[in-house]
């Protein structure tokens, strides 16, 4: 929130920084640094869509043969992609939404109103935030298999291999980052707002529905961004609290998939760029929201 | 947790009934236009709940298992039968995790070294990038696309891509050297001692990228004129950032510290997917998850090695917390 993007600094500066002398040195190492980092990925796109019989064939650092994408069509069916997707899909769009919707009522509250335990709680979700998952693991999964749950988010009365077991740890995962993120941004926002909104005779649920929540867009399509990105990576929750391969979002599915794939690299290849890809495509369409939700984060506060 | 699974709990105690309204402050100087009015009835059950909710799923969920690990590590349970027959055995679990348990140390040696790899390479790496990127320089946008790109990528896709680079028969460095296949062939993630290496390599890559953003915001928002004045001082563009803006960057600093502390902590994904931490690839994180989901389900003893895990994560969240909340805004 605070980075004035891109000021032109070079107008302001009369000392230093001048920009006549061209920094090949800074290039040269710019551009070696860039190569190295994208030559793992180039590679993965290259090794896709050669067929495995040709790499035999020729070696794989080598040019030439045929060129295809049997590779992406194998990898999609034989990892049972469309599964795993729908599956990520299911955990993601909820998990997302409400770490949002509840995250920017604890924020609202703990930044618009005082109460006595609001500095130890935002430092409690904070320091949840921070811990290692397998600190918590084992009583989580022995709370998991005691915790009941009804028939119809459960096919097997408890928390345990569900998808609402997998979307809760998330949430409550998530909290954390989101309210403090979002705690500074409404502390940002006059508080006349609020009082002028109060005056109006306006609740404290229409207070923060629409006036402080149509304010926080921004940092809510930031935070949006990197959610969706953090929970479709999760490969931890995903392994420990279900069982039913079927059930597995994408990125835990891999776990599985580890033992098939890495006796061909081809179809390797293949299979990790098409994981990889909803991540990408965010990045690339969504670049600005997903950076400004990292400094959001460490910048203010 | 969905809306439809809100606990039917009342919400906990320190969010009950205890809303004041806003005092503007801690200092009445500080006091900002007029107070609110008192909240009605109404409207203090709203925020009870809006704080209670997810304060309740936080709680639950995570604080609650944090202290259910430090108490069951004091005991000897395989999960099977209910909580009665958990038998408290004292620290006997730790004593076995220092003196007998073979993978205790080196999982506790890996990490250390996964944090120095990522603190004192990767991370100055990720600085220095960001400060060479902050200067102006001629597509910088692509530049910090590039390197950051890997940072989207999960750490068990980031696994998958490095085997790519590392299989002994068909991954390219074997391949460009010409030895795959060959007797000399080299096991990059399959030989004790230089699979660590290579994982850090592979998860380097990922952390610089990050690293990097947090700084390039950092720097951002430090006051140019700071820079005008070294200059004219006649500082040189080293003593001007060592000197100059490294000092103004300390809230960025305490960040990037606790992420690579945190991070090193939290590494699993890669060396999981590789070869379920195995054979060189040992870290606590794995060991705890190994415990748990193997045969034998030792609980208390997975819970112990989670306390340690615990024990040296909270040194650097409570140093987080303490920088954070003193420079909290009232």
């Known amino acids: 929130m605070t980075v004035d993007v891109l000021a032109p600094r070079a107008a302001t500066g009369i000392v230093g920084r001048t920009h006549r002398r061209p920094r090949y040195g800074t290039h040269a190492f710019l551009i070696a640094i860039s190569l190295v980092w994208i030559f793992p990925l180039a590679w993965a796109v290259y090794t896709s869509i050669r067929p495995y019989g040709e790499t035999a064939r020729l070696g794989y650092v080598s040019v030439g043969g045929a060129y295809n994408l049997d590779n992406f069509f194998k990898a999609w069916s034989d990892a049972e992609l469309p599964q795993h997707f729908l599956n990520t899909l299911i955990v993601v769009v909820p998990a997302m939404v409400l770490v949002l919707f509840f995250a920017s009522m604890i924020a609202f509250a703990v930044s618009r109103y005082s109460f006595r335990f609001n500095i130890a709680l935002l430092m409690l979700f904070t320091a949840g935030n921070l811990l290692p998952q397998q600190v918590v693991i084992t009583p989580l999964y022995r709370m998991y298999l005691a915790l009941p749950l009804p028939q119809p988010a459960s096919d097997n009365g408890i928390w345990y291999d569900q998808f609402f077991g997998i979307i809760a740890i998330h949430i409550a995962f998530q909290l954390g980052f989101c309210t403090f993120v979002l705690s500074n941004y409404f502390k940002q926002v006059p508080r006349e707002l609020n009082e002028a909104a109060v005056m109006d005779g306006a609740s404290v649920w229409r207070t923060y529905w629409s006036v402080l929540l149509p304010l926080a867009r921004p940092a809510l399509a930031a935070l949006a961004t990197l959610e969706f990105t953090w929970i479709y990576n999760d490969f931890f929750w995903g392994i420990l609290l279900l069982r039913t391969g079927d059930k597995f979002p994408v990125t835990s599915a891999l776990n599985n998939l580890s033992g098939q794939f890495f006796t061909d690299n081809n179809l390797l290849a293949a299979g990790s760029l098409l994981v990889a890809l909803p991540t990408l495509i965010v990045y690339f369409a969504l670049q600005k929201h997903f950076v400004a939700g990292l400094t959001l984060g460490s910048t203010k506060g | ?330």
């Open chain 2, 1 to 330: 947790m969905a809306d439809y699974s809100v606990p039917p709990y009342a919400p906990p105690v320190d969010s009950g009934g205890a809303f004041a309204p806003q005092p503007g402050g801690v200092a009445p100087a500080r006091r900002r236009g007029r107070h609110f009015s008192v909240l009605t009835r109404r409207d203090r059950m709203v925020l009870a709940l809006m704080v209670g909710v997810p304060a309740f799923i936080h709680i639950f969920l995570i604080w609650i298992p944090t202290i259910g690990s430090i108490v069951l590590s004091f005991t000897s349970w395989n999960g099977i039968g209910g909580l009665e027959n958990i038998k408290w055995i004292g620290t006997r679990n730790y004593e076995t995790l220092v003196n007998i348990y073979p993978p205790f140390w080196p999982a506790v040696q890996h990490n250390f070294m996964w944090l120095g790899a990522f603190l004192f390479i990767a991370t100055p790496l990720g600085m220095l990038l960001a400060v060479i990127l902050d200067q102006n320089i001629r597509g910088t946008r692509i530049y910090q696309s590039v390197l950051y790109m890997p940072v989207v990528l999960s750490l068990a896709i980031v696994g998958f891509i490095w085997e790519l680079i590392y299989s002994p028969g068909q991954g390219f460095i074997n391949n460009a050297l010409g030895i795959a296949g060959t007797p000399d062939q080299i096991d990059w993630l399959g030989t004790k001692g230089l699979n660590l290496a290579a994982v850090l390599v592979a998860a380097g890559w990922r952390h610089v990228g990050y690293i990097m953003v947090l700084y390039l915001a950092g720097l951002k928002s430090v006051d140019n004129t700071l820079r005008e004045a070294a200059a004219i001082d006649g500082a040189n563009a080293r003593q001007t950032f060592f000197q100059v803006v490294f000092p103004v960057l300390a809230p960025i600093n305490v960040v990037v510290l606790v992420v690579t502390v945190i991070e090193s902590l939290r590494a699993f994904d890669i060396v999981y997917i590789i070869n379920k931490g195995l054979n060189g690839l040992e870290l606590l994180s794995v060991l705890i998850t190994t415990n748990l989901l193997g045969e034998a389900s030792l609980i208390g003893f997975g819970s112990a090695i989670a306390v340690i895990l615990l024990l040296i994560s909270i040194g650097p969240i409570i140093f987080y917390l303490y920088r954070t909340m003193r420079e909290m805004p009232e």
